[in-house]
């Protein structure tokens, strides 16, 4: 018969555990700040809106990269993936991962 106890000790002394558990802090505290950012660029966005009555394509640009990184950091974080997210990969794509389809 299997001793439970010992997975759980292996575990919880594994190093790659406790350095996984360190990144997800780091990570989760980027994506504080990344969000930060998105918040800012949506208010200059609806600034831009304002004056000039389109949006800046720019600021979309960058607002869409950004996205994309915070849905890296959060597939991390999650455990959806073991792809440690930018700086320690590549800069996500500039391609939205994800897409919203309205159902009729």
Do not use: C
């Amino acid at each position: 018969m299997k001793d439970i106890h010992s997975v759980e000790k292996k575990n919880w002394l594994s190093a790659g555990t406790w350095l996984r558990g360190l990144f997800m802090l780091l990570f989760g505290f980027i994506a504080g700040f990344v969000r930060f950012i998105i918040t800012m660029i949506a208010i200059f966005q609806f600034l831009f809106l304002l004056v000039t009555g389109r949006a800046n394509n720019h600021l979309k640009s960058l607002g869409q990269s950004l996205n994309n990184y915070i849905y890296q950091i959060n597939q991390f974080l999650t455990l959806n993936t073991d792809k440690y997210p930018f700086p320690l990969s590549d800069w996500p794509e500039d391609k939205p991962h994800y897409r919203y389809t309205h159902r009729s």
